[in-house]
Protein backbone atom coordinates (compact mmCIF):
# COMPACT_ATOMS: atom_id res chain seq x y z
CA UNK A 1 0.00 0.00 0.00
CA UNK A 2 2.87 2.41 0.94
CA UNK A 3 4.29 1.59 -2.37
CA UNK A 4 1.24 2.52 -4.48
CA UNK A 5 1.16 6.09 -2.75
CA UNK A 6 4.40 6.71 -3.94
CA UNK A 7 3.43 5.60 -7.35
CA UNK A 8 0.43 8.21 -7.55
CA UNK A 9 2.37 11.74 -7.33
CA UNK A 10 4.30 10.23 -10.46
CA UNK A 11 1.45 8.81 -12.51
CA UNK A 12 -0.36 12.81 -12.12
CA UNK A 13 3.02 14.25 -13.71
CA UNK A 14 2.76 12.16 -16.53
CA UNK A 15 -0.95 12.72 -16.81
CA UNK A 16 0.08 16.49 -16.76
CA UNK A 17 1.62 16.59 -20.36
CA UNK A 18 -0.31 18.53 -22.52
CA UNK A 19 -2.83 16.49 -24.25
CA UNK A 20 -0.85 13.27 -23.18
CA UNK A 21 -2.50 9.60 -23.56
CA UNK A 22 -0.06 7.98 -21.73
CA UNK A 23 -2.32 7.64 -18.08
CA UNK A 24 -4.93 5.58 -19.70
CA UNK A 25 -4.92 2.99 -16.84
CA UNK A 26 -5.20 5.57 -13.81
CA UNK A 27 -8.00 8.11 -15.47
CA UNK A 28 -9.89 5.77 -17.75
CA UNK A 29 -13.38 6.03 -17.12
CA UNK A 30 -16.66 4.29 -18.04
CA UNK A 31 -19.03 6.65 -19.74
CA UNK A 32 -22.90 5.71 -20.23
CA UNK A 33 -23.45 4.58 -24.02
CA UNK A 34 -22.83 5.60 -26.71
CA UNK A 35 -19.76 7.07 -25.51
CA UNK A 36 -18.20 4.25 -24.03
CA UNK A 37 -15.07 4.53 -22.42
CA UNK A 38 -13.13 7.49 -22.52
CA UNK A 39 -9.40 9.34 -20.71
CA UNK A 40 -9.89 12.07 -18.51
CA UNK A 41 -8.28 15.31 -19.17
CA UNK A 42 -6.40 17.75 -16.86
CA UNK A 43 -8.10 20.80 -17.76
CA UNK A 44 -5.88 23.00 -16.25
CA UNK A 45 -3.09 21.74 -19.17
CA UNK A 46 -5.25 23.86 -21.13
CA UNK A 47 -4.75 26.86 -19.02
CA UNK A 48 -1.28 26.86 -18.68
CA UNK A 49 -0.63 26.86 -22.98
CA UNK A 50 -2.78 28.97 -23.77
CA UNK A 51 -1.61 31.91 -20.70
CA UNK A 52 2.22 30.85 -21.94
CA UNK A 53 0.62 32.50 -25.63
CA UNK A 54 -1.19 35.16 -24.24
CA UNK A 55 2.27 36.61 -22.70
CA UNK A 56 4.34 35.68 -25.95
CA UNK A 57 1.98 37.77 -27.88
CA UNK A 58 1.52 40.43 -25.53
CA UNK A 59 5.96 40.69 -25.63
CA UNK A 60 6.00 40.30 -29.14
CA UNK A 61 3.23 42.92 -30.18
CA UNK A 62 4.86 45.50 -28.07
CA UNK A 63 8.02 45.52 -29.29
CA UNK A 64 6.50 45.76 -32.46
CA UNK A 65 4.70 49.43 -31.44
CA UNK A 66 8.12 50.56 -30.17
CA UNK A 67 9.97 50.05 -33.15
CA UNK A 68 8.43 47.82 -35.95
CA UNK A 69 7.62 50.34 -38.52
CA UNK A 70 3.71 49.62 -38.28
CA UNK A 71 0.83 52.02 -37.19
CA UNK A 72 0.09 51.40 -33.77
CA UNK A 73 -3.86 51.62 -34.75
CA UNK A 74 -3.35 48.33 -36.53
CA UNK A 75 -2.29 46.58 -33.61
CA UNK A 76 -5.14 45.39 -31.66
CA UNK A 77 -4.56 43.40 -27.85
CA UNK A 78 -5.20 39.98 -28.42
CA UNK A 79 -5.28 38.76 -25.01
CA UNK A 80 -9.29 38.83 -25.64
CA UNK A 81 -8.74 36.98 -28.51
CA UNK A 82 -6.73 34.48 -26.64
CA UNK A 83 -8.88 34.00 -23.70
CA UNK A 84 -12.22 33.58 -25.80
CA UNK A 85 -9.56 30.16 -27.31
CA UNK A 86 -8.99 29.94 -23.45
CA UNK A 87 -12.56 29.61 -22.86
CA UNK A 88 -13.34 26.98 -25.63
CA UNK A 89 -10.99 24.91 -24.86
CA UNK A 90 -11.87 24.74 -20.90
CA UNK A 91 -15.40 24.03 -22.40
CA UNK A 92 -14.51 21.19 -24.51
CA UNK A 93 -12.16 19.60 -21.55
CA UNK A 94 -15.01 19.65 -19.25
CA UNK A 95 -17.78 18.23 -21.77
CA UNK A 96 -15.17 15.20 -22.46
CA UNK A 97 -14.67 14.65 -18.76
CA UNK A 98 -18.77 14.97 -18.29
CA UNK A 99 -19.34 12.61 -21.16
CA UNK A 100 -20.98 14.96 -22.70
CA UNK A 101 -19.34 14.48 -25.99
CA UNK A 102 -17.58 11.41 -27.97
CA UNK A 103 -13.87 10.22 -28.18
CA UNK A 104 -13.74 11.23 -31.69
CA UNK A 105 -15.51 14.74 -31.50
CA UNK A 106 -13.11 15.85 -28.84
CA UNK A 107 -10.08 14.51 -30.38
CA UNK A 108 -11.08 16.17 -33.73
CA UNK A 109 -11.72 19.58 -31.97
CA UNK A 110 -8.74 19.26 -30.07
CA UNK A 111 -6.21 19.12 -33.52
CA UNK A 112 -8.39 21.91 -35.02
CA UNK A 113 -7.34 23.94 -32.06
CA UNK A 114 -3.29 22.71 -31.92
CA UNK A 115 -3.39 23.41 -35.45
CA UNK A 116 -4.33 27.00 -34.61
CA UNK A 117 -2.12 27.06 -31.82
CA UNK A 118 0.93 26.01 -34.20
CA UNK A 119 -0.37 28.54 -36.70
CA UNK A 120 -0.09 31.26 -34.44
CA UNK A 121 3.40 30.47 -32.90
CA UNK A 122 4.84 29.55 -36.07
CA UNK A 123 3.43 33.62 -37.03
CA UNK A 124 5.28 35.09 -34.13
CA UNK A 125 8.56 33.42 -35.20
CA UNK A 126 8.33 35.00 -38.49
CA UNK A 127 7.20 38.52 -37.05
CA UNK A 128 10.75 38.56 -35.40
CA UNK A 129 12.02 38.75 -38.83
CA UNK A 130 14.69 41.52 -38.60
CA UNK A 131 14.32 42.64 -42.84
CA UNK A 132 10.49 42.69 -43.18
CA UNK A 133 9.05 45.57 -44.77
CA UNK A 134 6.19 47.29 -43.23
CA UNK A 135 3.56 45.61 -46.07
CA UNK A 136 5.01 41.92 -44.93
CA UNK A 137 4.55 42.54 -41.56
CA UNK A 138 1.22 43.58 -42.06
CA UNK A 139 0.39 41.35 -44.33
CA UNK A 140 1.63 38.42 -41.08
CA UNK A 141 -0.29 40.60 -38.55
CA UNK A 142 -3.26 40.21 -40.25
CA UNK A 143 -3.04 36.21 -40.95
CA UNK A 144 -2.19 36.01 -37.14
CA UNK A 145 -5.52 37.80 -35.81
CA UNK A 146 -7.59 36.14 -38.16
CA UNK A 147 -6.48 32.81 -37.05
CA UNK A 148 -6.64 34.05 -33.29
CA UNK A 149 -10.66 34.97 -34.14
CA UNK A 150 -10.98 31.16 -35.23
CA UNK A 151 -11.20 31.53 -39.34
CA UNK A 152 -9.14 32.35 -42.07
CA UNK A 153 -7.67 35.43 -43.53
CA UNK A 154 -10.19 36.75 -45.99
CA UNK A 155 -8.78 36.99 -49.41
CA UNK A 156 -8.76 40.30 -50.68
CA UNK A 157 -11.62 41.55 -52.93
CA UNK A 158 -10.98 40.88 -56.68
CA UNK A 159 -10.42 43.67 -59.24
CA UNK A 160 -12.87 43.60 -62.42
CA UNK A 161 -10.43 41.85 -64.81
CA UNK A 162 -10.81 43.22 -68.39
CA UNK A 163 -10.76 41.24 -71.03
CA UNK A 164 -7.38 39.52 -72.04
CA UNK A 165 -5.75 41.21 -74.34
CA UNK A 166 -5.29 38.62 -78.04
CA UNK A 167 -1.56 38.58 -79.10
CA UNK A 168 0.42 36.92 -81.58
CA UNK A 169 4.24 36.06 -80.91
CA UNK A 170 5.33 35.93 -84.76
CA UNK A 171 8.86 36.25 -84.68
CA UNK A 172 10.62 35.57 -87.66
CA UNK A 173 7.45 34.93 -89.10
CA UNK A 174 6.44 38.58 -89.71
CA UNK A 175 8.08 38.41 -93.02
CA UNK A 176 5.47 36.50 -94.37
CA UNK A 177 7.37 34.47 -96.78
CA UNK A 178 9.47 32.37 -94.67
CA UNK A 179 9.33 28.71 -95.05
CA UNK A 180 10.21 25.91 -92.15
CA UNK A 181 10.25 22.27 -93.02
CA UNK A 182 10.74 20.79 -89.43
CA UNK A 183 7.09 21.14 -88.58
CA UNK A 184 5.22 18.06 -86.35
CA UNK A 185 2.09 18.86 -88.45
CA UNK A 186 3.34 18.54 -92.57
CA UNK A 187 1.17 17.56 -95.03
CA UNK A 188 1.63 14.42 -96.96
CA UNK A 189 4.19 14.38 -99.08
CA UNK A 190 4.39 13.11 -103.02
CA UNK A 191 7.43 10.45 -103.78
CA UNK A 192 10.46 12.77 -104.82
CA UNK A 193 10.76 13.32 -108.40
CA UNK A 194 14.03 11.37 -108.46
CA UNK A 195 17.06 11.06 -106.54
CA UNK A 196 19.05 14.58 -106.40
CA UNK A 197 15.94 16.33 -108.38
CA UNK A 198 13.65 19.18 -105.49
CA UNK A 199 9.84 20.27 -105.79
CA UNK A 200 9.07 23.17 -107.15
CA UNK A 201 7.34 25.33 -104.73
CA UNK A 202 6.53 28.51 -106.35
CA UNK A 203 7.73 30.76 -108.91
CA UNK A 204 8.42 34.94 -108.68
CA UNK A 205 8.09 37.20 -111.75
CA UNK A 206 9.34 40.22 -112.56
CA UNK A 207 7.85 41.72 -115.24
CA UNK A 208 8.98 45.22 -116.31
CA UNK A 209 6.97 47.35 -119.03
CA UNK A 210 5.61 44.07 -119.50
CA UNK A 211 7.83 41.98 -120.10
CA UNK A 212 9.53 39.43 -118.01
CA UNK A 213 12.80 40.81 -117.05
CA UNK A 214 13.67 38.11 -114.98
CA UNK A 215 11.94 35.54 -112.06
CA UNK A 216 12.98 32.99 -109.56
CA UNK A 217 11.97 29.72 -108.96
CA UNK A 218 12.19 28.07 -105.26
CA UNK A 219 13.06 24.77 -104.57
CA UNK A 220 12.36 22.04 -101.83
CA UNK A 221 14.36 19.25 -101.38
CA UNK A 222 17.73 17.63 -102.32
CA UNK A 223 20.03 20.08 -104.62
CA UNK A 224 23.72 21.19 -104.81
CA UNK A 225 25.17 24.17 -106.23
CA UNK A 226 26.09 22.55 -109.76
CA UNK A 227 22.72 21.40 -110.36
CA UNK A 228 21.07 23.23 -113.37
CA UNK A 229 17.43 24.51 -114.09
CA UNK A 230 16.92 24.36 -117.58
CA UNK A 231 13.75 27.18 -119.39
CA UNK A 232 12.30 26.42 -122.51
CA UNK A 233 15.11 25.62 -124.96
CA UNK A 234 18.08 26.81 -123.62
CA UNK A 235 17.68 29.71 -120.49
CA UNK A 236 19.61 27.71 -118.19
CA UNK A 237 19.55 29.58 -114.61
CA UNK A 238 21.78 29.50 -111.45
CA UNK A 239 21.38 27.14 -108.57
CA UNK A 240 22.07 28.07 -105.31
CA UNK A 241 21.35 25.83 -102.24
CA UNK A 242 20.51 27.22 -99.09
CA UNK A 243 23.21 25.62 -97.12
CA UNK A 244 21.90 23.01 -94.13
CA UNK A 245 18.52 23.67 -95.45
CA UNK A 246 16.34 21.41 -97.58
CA UNK A 247 15.55 24.38 -99.86
CA UNK A 248 16.98 26.97 -102.87
CA UNK A 249 16.17 28.66 -105.45
CA UNK A 250 17.12 29.69 -109.02
CA UNK A 251 17.83 33.05 -110.37
CA UNK A 252 16.87 33.35 -114.45
CA UNK A 253 17.85 36.09 -116.43
CA UNK A 254 15.39 36.03 -119.13
CA UNK A 255 17.56 39.04 -121.23
CA UNK A 256 14.37 39.59 -123.39
CA UNK A 257 15.02 35.56 -124.70
CA UNK A 258 11.26 34.77 -123.32
CA UNK A 259 7.75 35.68 -124.41
CA UNK A 260 4.79 34.43 -122.64
CA UNK A 261 4.22 33.02 -119.44
CA UNK A 262 4.34 28.92 -119.44
CA UNK A 263 7.66 27.55 -120.01
CA UNK A 264 8.95 23.52 -120.06
CA UNK A 265 11.22 23.32 -117.62
CA UNK A 266 13.71 20.69 -116.47
CA UNK A 267 15.93 19.71 -113.74
CA UNK A 268 19.56 18.42 -114.25
CA UNK A 269 21.75 17.22 -111.10
CA UNK A 270 25.17 18.09 -111.17
CA UNK A 271 25.96 14.46 -109.89
CA UNK A 272 24.25 12.67 -112.25
CA UNK A 273 23.77 15.05 -115.55
CA UNK A 274 20.86 13.49 -116.45
CA UNK A 275 17.75 16.07 -116.67
CA UNK A 276 14.65 15.56 -115.26
CA UNK A 277 11.07 16.87 -116.45
CA UNK A 278 9.83 19.45 -114.19
CA UNK A 279 6.55 19.88 -116.08
CA UNK A 280 5.23 23.98 -117.20
CA UNK A 281 6.20 26.47 -114.94
CA UNK A 282 3.51 29.49 -115.21
CA UNK A 283 5.08 32.36 -114.32
CA UNK A 284 1.38 34.25 -114.44
CA UNK A 285 1.48 36.59 -111.50
CA UNK A 286 -1.86 35.81 -111.13
CA UNK A 287 -1.72 32.36 -110.27
CA UNK A 288 -0.55 32.20 -106.81
CA UNK A 289 -3.56 34.36 -106.26
CA UNK A 290 -5.83 30.98 -107.03
CA UNK A 291 -4.38 29.25 -103.69
CA UNK A 292 -4.81 29.53 -100.20
CA UNK A 293 -2.62 27.60 -97.32
CA UNK A 294 -2.21 27.01 -93.87
CA UNK A 295 1.63 27.25 -92.82
CA UNK A 296 2.38 25.79 -89.08
CA UNK A 297 5.49 28.00 -87.72
CA UNK A 298 6.78 27.57 -84.14
CA UNK A 299 4.83 30.08 -81.43
CA UNK A 300 6.90 31.97 -80.88
CA UNK A 301 9.43 31.59 -83.72
CA UNK A 302 12.78 32.32 -81.85
CA UNK A 303 12.32 29.79 -79.39
CA UNK A 304 14.12 26.53 -78.38
CA UNK A 305 12.95 24.21 -77.74
CA UNK A 306 9.65 24.20 -80.04
CA UNK A 307 6.78 23.56 -77.80
CA UNK A 308 3.91 24.22 -79.67
CA UNK A 309 3.31 25.69 -83.64
CA UNK A 310 0.31 28.06 -84.39
CA UNK A 311 -1.69 27.62 -87.99
CA UNK A 312 -1.11 30.96 -90.28
CA UNK A 313 -3.78 31.70 -93.24
CA UNK A 314 -1.76 32.58 -96.51
CA UNK A 315 -3.38 34.39 -99.16
CA UNK A 316 -2.71 36.39 -102.22
CA UNK A 317 -3.38 39.25 -104.41
CA UNK A 318 -2.84 41.45 -106.82
CA UNK A 319 -3.53 45.25 -105.86
CA UNK A 320 -2.15 48.69 -107.02
CA UNK A 321 -1.68 49.56 -102.81
CA UNK A 322 -1.07 47.26 -100.26
CA UNK A 323 -4.84 46.47 -98.69
CA UNK A 324 -5.36 46.15 -95.24
CA UNK A 325 -6.15 42.22 -94.93
CA UNK A 326 -8.59 40.59 -92.26
CA UNK A 327 -10.14 37.61 -92.26
CA UNK A 328 -13.30 36.16 -90.37
CA UNK A 329 -13.76 32.32 -89.74
CA UNK A 330 -16.81 29.81 -88.65
CA UNK A 331 -16.50 26.40 -87.20
CA UNK A 332 -19.38 24.23 -88.64
CA UNK A 333 -21.35 28.01 -88.72
CA UNK A 334 -20.01 29.40 -85.09
CA UNK A 335 -17.88 32.33 -85.24
CA UNK A 336 -13.88 32.09 -84.54
CA UNK A 337 -12.65 34.66 -81.99
CA UNK A 338 -9.52 36.11 -80.94
CA UNK A 339 -9.84 37.44 -77.72
CA UNK A 340 -13.11 39.24 -77.70
CA UNK A 341 -12.69 40.42 -81.71
CA UNK A 342 -14.00 37.95 -84.39
CA UNK A 343 -11.61 39.76 -87.41
CA UNK A 344 -8.45 37.82 -87.85
CA UNK A 345 -5.44 40.68 -88.55
CA UNK A 346 -3.35 39.99 -91.33
CA UNK A 347 0.57 40.83 -90.12
CA UNK A 348 1.82 44.59 -91.21
CA UNK A 349 4.58 43.18 -93.06
CA UNK A 350 4.56 41.34 -96.20
CA UNK A 351 5.78 39.84 -99.16
CA UNK A 352 5.42 42.18 -102.24
CA UNK A 353 6.24 42.32 -105.90
CA UNK A 354 6.74 45.80 -106.91
CA UNK A 355 6.58 45.07 -110.50
CA UNK A 356 3.38 42.52 -110.22
CA UNK A 357 1.85 43.81 -107.24
CA UNK A 358 1.38 40.29 -106.22
CA UNK A 359 1.05 41.08 -102.38
CA UNK A 360 1.16 37.39 -99.76
CA UNK A 361 -0.65 38.30 -96.42
CA UNK A 362 0.00 35.87 -93.18
CA UNK A 363 -3.08 35.44 -90.61
CA UNK A 364 -2.39 33.85 -87.70
CA UNK A 365 -5.35 31.80 -86.49
CA UNK A 366 -6.11 32.12 -82.41
CA UNK A 367 -5.51 28.29 -81.70
CA UNK A 368 -2.41 26.48 -81.90
CA UNK A 369 -0.73 22.99 -81.41
CA UNK A 370 1.23 21.87 -78.33
CA UNK A 371 3.72 19.05 -78.91
CA UNK A 372 3.51 15.95 -76.57
CA UNK A 373 3.64 17.41 -72.55
CA UNK A 374 3.89 21.15 -73.09
CA UNK A 375 2.03 23.19 -72.17
CA UNK A 376 0.15 26.69 -73.43
CA UNK A 377 -2.26 29.26 -72.17
CA UNK A 378 -3.85 29.40 -75.77
CA UNK A 379 -6.63 27.19 -76.95
CA UNK A 380 -5.48 24.41 -78.90
CA UNK A 381 -6.71 23.82 -82.47
CA UNK A 382 -7.59 20.23 -81.53
CA UNK A 383 -10.32 21.62 -79.24
CA UNK A 384 -11.98 23.44 -82.17
CA UNK A 385 -12.41 20.62 -84.78
CA UNK A 386 -14.93 20.71 -87.48
CA UNK A 387 -15.22 22.35 -90.69
CA UNK A 388 -13.90 25.90 -90.96
CA UNK A 389 -14.61 28.65 -93.43
CA UNK A 390 -12.84 31.69 -93.82
CA UNK A 391 -14.00 35.00 -95.32
CA UNK A 392 -10.87 36.86 -96.27
CA UNK A 393 -11.35 40.87 -97.41
CA UNK A 394 -8.78 43.46 -98.46
CA UNK A 395 -9.82 46.96 -97.12
CA UNK A 396 -13.10 45.34 -95.76
CA UNK A 397 -14.76 44.08 -98.74
CA UNK A 398 -15.14 40.44 -99.25
CA UNK A 399 -12.53 38.52 -101.80
CA UNK A 400 -11.71 35.12 -101.04
CA UNK A 401 -13.30 32.14 -99.39
CA UNK A 402 -11.37 29.39 -97.90
CA UNK A 403 -12.46 25.95 -96.59
CA UNK A 404 -10.92 23.25 -94.94
CA UNK A 405 -11.22 20.42 -92.43
CA UNK A 406 -9.23 20.32 -88.82
CA UNK A 407 -9.35 16.83 -86.88
CA UNK A 408 -9.85 15.38 -83.60
CA UNK A 409 -6.07 15.42 -83.21
CA UNK A 410 -5.75 19.19 -84.59
CA UNK A 411 -4.19 18.60 -88.06
CA UNK A 412 -5.69 19.16 -91.30
CA UNK A 413 -7.78 17.18 -93.56
CA UNK A 414 -5.38 16.71 -96.79
CA UNK A 415 -6.49 19.02 -100.02
CA UNK A 416 -7.57 16.43 -102.71
CA UNK A 417 -4.62 17.14 -104.75
CA UNK A 418 -2.13 17.18 -101.62
CA UNK A 419 -2.92 13.22 -100.40
CA UNK A 420 0.76 12.27 -100.91
CA UNK A 421 0.34 10.54 -104.79
CA UNK A 422 2.75 11.19 -107.67
CA UNK A 423 2.01 14.34 -109.34
CA UNK A 424 0.21 15.91 -106.08
CA UNK A 425 1.48 19.36 -104.99
CA UNK A 426 4.58 19.30 -102.55
CA UNK A 427 4.95 21.52 -99.65
CA UNK A 428 5.50 22.36 -96.07
CA UNK A 429 2.60 23.87 -96.21
CA UNK A 430 -1.53 22.36 -96.72
CA UNK A 431 -3.47 23.49 -99.38
CA UNK A 432 -6.77 24.18 -99.09
CA UNK A 433 -10.29 24.99 -100.82
CA UNK A 434 -10.22 28.31 -102.35
CA UNK A 435 -13.08 30.50 -104.48
CA UNK A 436 -13.47 34.41 -105.26
CA UNK A 437 -16.22 36.17 -103.57
CA UNK A 438 -17.59 39.65 -104.03
CA UNK A 439 -19.39 41.06 -101.50
CA UNK A 440 -21.05 37.68 -99.91
CA UNK A 441 -21.26 36.84 -96.09
Known sequence: MKRLLLLLPLLSALCAVPFGTGCATYSAYKCPDPIGEIVRQDCDDYRIRYESLKAKLSIQIGSLKIGGGVEEKKLRDPSEL????LHQMLTLCHDYNACRISNDEYRRRREEADRTFTGVMALLEQLKTPDLDSQARKDLLDELFALLRGRPKAAPTAKPQKPKKYKITDGAFRSAWGHWYQSKFQPPQPPP??????????????YQRDKLKHFFVYFWGDMEDDDQLVVGKDLICEVKNRKGKPEGSATCRTEG???GTRFKARYIPGATGRPFDL??????PNIPTKNAWLAFQPDPVRVDPIKRERPWLIVHTIAKKKPFASARCWIDEKPVKAGTSSALKALRHT????????TRFAIPLPYVLNYPGAKSADESLAEHAGNWRCKVSFDGEPAIEVRFTV???GTIEPHPDQKGRPGDAASPWWLIETRFIRGST
Open 193 to 206: PAKGVPFVMEVNPY
Open 407 to 409: KKD
Open 279 to 284: GVLDLD
Open 82 to 85: VQVM
Open 257 to 259: QLS
Open 351 to 358: KRNSATKL
